[in-house]
């Protein structure tokens, strides 16, 4: 995303460092005054708070200092009804942003017409103030329950066939949803308690972070797959709806580790234990077929187009073959194609011929497909996310949704698979399998997630994956940011 986040997207972070810059900034805003007034004393505060924590947050992501802060000038970005713009007063964010600019604290990319809103980055003192403090985990302050839920729809880009621009619609205000607000505000509040953190070394992470930044896409749902950064600030969730309908879409976007690709997640931590993560088994396919009441036996690989030597996992063909068919569920103009090398490892000549296999092993698809059935398996599968997300957080253990897979502590799998396949029966009436990609050492890192399957870990490595050492003498980030939890929890 060119313009970067904007300040209120980011999530309030409760520093001890940033009581006395806030006093400092509030001082000079007061000299804006004749009077001092209580409550615009207090609005300022609050907003200083949020553009501090944005300048911070984005101060400390991966790599350190390449990220800018949006920070809109104009009156019409502000609104203190419309949720889809910056719920302050635009008098005092002026106010805000030109006691940071005369102090110093802040460097200014100016925005146009053209280039968009005004961009700003941490300097002089108050970069010195973050730098001496260091990354350090802090519990967030929950999202606000009317920003969580969003409904989405797009319109033809006129410049470009087959292109849309997506824009948020209102939100119906109705119980269902102020349902949903609810309990995902209560999910945030569980999720801000735990420290979620990767199990490498700087040079490791900066690594990953240009492997992010790789995979950014421009046209995703949520902002947090459109900055290129790794930002382990990005944590809380927020459901999205496609199409103006809350029946299609609502997946479960923003967190960092949800644009982190697969070989790497395995060395993610929660609360500095080591994880995994559970895989449902061709979902999305396997949900179109239980809504259309089509037997598949869960021992069935839905990725075999009917070849009679296939091998299984391990068949070179099926990884690009899955690739081919999850981006086709959601391609309803029938546009998307595999990268040459993908092709040709998928054991077909063309496109068309690959296709026309797809839709001969299931028959009823290409209609399907054609009428939008990707948006609603996501519908399906984000309210099977949800059931699952709630029975496990009711035990007190925190999954990581990555829309049809989940990262748990290691130890909890097989209660995290049994919760999963009892939610996807009891809401489709038909059966599922489940895989585990297992956790990571530094040894294993960058190993592809086909490869790492295959190895088969030592005795030691078994027993003590949940509990290994964390701590290395060329960890340095992740330290102080693991460091931050364990201080607030009393370790």
């Not at 001890?16 to 005054?33: R, S």
């Not at 924590?53 to 009804?81: N, Q």
Request: positive net charge.
């Amino acid at each position: 995303m060119k313009e970067g986040l904007r300040f209120d997207w980011y999530s309030e972070l409760p520093l001890p460092i940033f009581d006395t810059l806030i006093e400092d900034v509030i001082v000079d805003c007061h000299k804006q005054y004749k009077n001092k007034n209580k409550n615009r004393t207090k609005s300022l505060e609050l907003l200083t708070h949020r553009v501090l924590s944005a300048l911070y947050s984005a101060h400390f992501i991966i790599p350190k200092g390449t990220r800018f802060v949006s920070f809109p000038k104009t009156k019409d970005a502000y609104s203190l009804r419309d949720v889809s713009k910056v719920n302050f007063n635009s008098d005092y964010a002026l106010v805000v942003f030109n006691v940071l600019k005369n102090k110093g604290w802040i460097k200014v990319l100016a925005g146009s017409e053209i280039a968009g809103y005004t961009r700003i980055q941490a300097s002089g003192n108050l970069k010195k103030v973050f730098n001496k403090y260091g990354l350090r985990w802090s519990q967030q302050t929950p999202l606000d329950r009317e920003k969580i839920i969003v409904l989405r729809d797009r319109k033809q880009n006129s410049s470009k066939k087959n292109h849309y621009k997506k824009f948020d619609v209102p939100v119906p205000d109705t119980p269902e949803v102020n349902q949903q607000r609810a309990w995902l505000y209560n999910y945030n509040s569980f999720l801000t308690k735990h420290c979620v953190s990767l199990y490498l070394t700087d040079k490791q992470l900066l690594q990953v972070a240009g492997e992010v930044k790789k995979g950014a896409k421009e046209d995703a749902e949520d902002e947090v797959y459109k900055t290129f950064h790794l930002d382990l600030h990005q944590t809380q969730l927020r459901r999205i709806y496609a199409r103006g309908s809350l029946e299609k879409g609502g997946r479960f976007y923003g967190g960092w580790w949800q644009g982190v690709p697969s070989e790497y997640r395995g060395h993610i931590l929660i609360d500095g234990k080591k994880t995994v993560e559970v895989d449902y088994s061709g979902m999305s396919l396997r949900i179109w077929h239980a809504m259309n009441d089509l037997p598949l036996s869960p021992k069935h690989d839905i990725y075999n187009l009917g070849f009679n030597d296939w091998q299984g996992d391990s068949d070179p063909r099926r990884k690009p073959i899955k690739k081919f068919v999850n981006a086709a569920l959601n391609d309803e103009k029938g546009n998307y194609r595999l990268p040459k090398e993908e092709l040709e490892a998928s054991g077909f000549v063309s496109h068309k011929d690959l296709r026309a296999r797809l839709f001969a092993t299931y028959p009823k698809l290409e209609e399907a497909i054609h009428a939008g059935i990707g948006l609603e398996t996501q519908f399906v599968d984000s309210q099977i996310a949800m059931i699952v997300m709630d029975d496990m957080m009711q035990d007190g253990i925190l999954v990581l949704p990555i829309h049809d897979s989940f990262i748990i502590r290691a130890g909890f799998q097989q209660a995290l698979q049994k919760v999963m396949a009892t939610a996807f029966t009891q809401f489709l009436g038909a059966e599922i399998g489940t895989s585990v990609d297992g956790t990571r050492l530094t040894k294993h890192f960058g190993i592809k997630k086909d490869a790492f399957k295959l190895l088969k870990p030592s005795n030691e490595e078994v027993v003590n994956l949940a509990s290994v050492d964390i701590y290395k003498d060329d960890q340095t980030i992740m330290d102080g940011y693991i460091g931050g939890w364990m201080d607030s929890n009393q370790f």
